[in-house]
């Protein structure tokens, strides 16, 4: 699900109204200072960082969107470029792999920390990951993810980080599609592991992932596997990762679900639920049209249940091989585009 989610230390608690207008936010001014590279290439404003008391994460200045807007501005696609930078001043997480885990986890925490932001990051290398879909892979077995597991963490160390813990595993098991009893037993140790190995480190926050509010419908029948999984010691959950569920729906789903599991609270993935999920139709959860940005991240969400709005899921990034898209996660610029230009900048912040 690095491309897909199917219909199917906490955070600064500082609230208030979340009415900002995504124009409003979406200035790439902020605290830190400009990238040499950045301010040569001609390329017009740099990426900045977001302040602090808005959102706390690191703002990437050479993530894919990023460079496509440079890249795009030097060959006087202005349009394009200005459209990219949506999503370029913007946190994102990283998702990591099988691939260098402690190297890829020191590299975004060190960036992180050096540009006084935290780093927001994406464990998702658990076996049989995707259910063998457009996601597949993850560990050999379980001592694989548990050596694994120990690199991520060694990699993070005592920087700050807030990890959300293997998009789709939890659901994956309770609808269904990976629950085999003994692979069922052995996901929710491997989560539970991840969760304690992740809460030794002084700074880390830790959110399970639990799906979203289309797919298991019901938030008891997340509540065992929740508590079977560690929510107990993890900091909260996480909702609507790589989907389109509009914000309402997934706070409201969200405060019935944190009532089952001890009041934790939770954060929600608002990436490119802007204009909600598209009805009707095959693998509506995949590269579907129509889609637009949704509420920049922030922990200024004005519900104290619910500790950021996030972007998990990197826009722009595919959902796997449908609708003409690349593999999954891979970067599709004209994808980006659609995401962006259907967004409406005087009123960013959609419920």
């Given at each position: 699900?690095?491309?897909?989610?199917?219909?199917?230390?906490?955070?600064?608690?500082?609230?208030?109204?979340?009415?900002?207008?995504?124009?409003?936010?979406?200035?790439?001014?902020?605290?830190?200072?400009?990238?040499?590279?950045?301010?040569?290439?001609?390329?017009?404003?740099?990426?900045?960082?977001?302040?602090?008391?808005?959102?706390?994460?690191?703002?990437?200045?050479?993530?894919?969107?990023?460079?496509?807007?440079?890249?795009?501005?030097?060959?006087?696609?202005s349009a394009r470029a200005r459209e990219l930078r949506k999503i370029a001043g913007q946190p994102v997480a990283d998702w990591l792999g099988p691939a260098d885990p402690r190297g890829h986890a020191a590299r975004v925490t060190g960036a992180a920390t050096a540009a006084d932001r935290e780093a927001l990051l994406v464990l998702y290398n658990v076996p049989h990951r995707d259910c063998g879909q457009y996601s597949k892979g993850g560990a050999e077995n379980a001592a694989a993810y548990r050596a694994w597991l120990d690199e991520v963490a060694e990699g993070i160390g005592s920087r700050a980080a807030t990890v959300i813990v293997e998009p789709d595993a939890l659901a994956h098991t309770v609808s269904g599609?990976?629950?085999?009893?003994?692979?069922?037993?052995?996901?929710?140790?491997?989560l539970a592991d991840a969760v304690t190995r992740l809460k030794r480190l002084p700074r880390t926050t830790v959110y399970?992932?639990?799906?979203?509010?289309?797919?298991?419908?019901?938030?008891?029948?997340?509540?065992?596997?929740?508590?079977?999984?560690?929510?107990?010691?993890?900091?909260?959950?996480?909702?609507?990762?790589?989907?389109?569920?509009?914000?309402?729906?997934?706070?409201?789903?969200?405060?019935?679900?944190?009532?089952?599991?001890?009041?934790?609270?939770?954060?929600?993935?608002?990436?490119?639920?802007?204009?909600?999920?598209?009805?009707?139709?095959?693998e509506s959860w995949c590269n579907p049209p129509g889609r637009a940005l949704g509420e920049p991240p922030t922990t200024r969400t004005g519900h104290d249940l619910v500790d950021a709005y996030l972007w998990i899921k990197r826009p722009g990034e595919s959902d796997g091989e449908c609708r003409g898209g690349p593999k999954a996660g891979t970067w599709w610029p004209e994808y980006a585009l659609e995401l962006a230009r259907n967004t409406d900048e005087q009123d960013g912040h959609r419920s």
């Open positions: 699900m690095y491309g897909s989610a199917r219909s199917r230390a906490p955070l600064a608690r500082a609230r208030g109204a979340a009415g900002s207008t995504l124009a409003g936010v979406l200035l790439l001014a902020g605290c830190s200072a400009p990238d040499a590279r950045d301010a040569q290439d001609g390329a017009g404003p740099e990426v900045r960082q977001r302040p602090r008391s808005v959102v706390p994460y690191w703002v990437d200045p050479r993530g894919n969107a990023a460079r496509q807007a440079r890249s795009d501005a030097q060959d006087g696609e599609a990976c629950a085999a009893p003994k692979l069922r037993a052995e996901r929710y140790r491997l399970l992932d639990a799906g979203n509010p289309d797919w298991v419908r019901d938030p008891g029948a997340l509540a065992g596997p929740l508590t079977r999984a560690g929510i107990e010691k993890a900091d909260g959950f996480a909702l609507n990762v790589s989907n389109f569920q509009t914000t309402a729906s997934n706070v409201a789903h969200g405060k019935r679900l944190s009532a089952k599991v001890g009041g934790k609270h939770f954060v929600v993935d608002t990436s490119r639920n802007g204009n909600g999920p598209l009805r009707g139709g095959e």
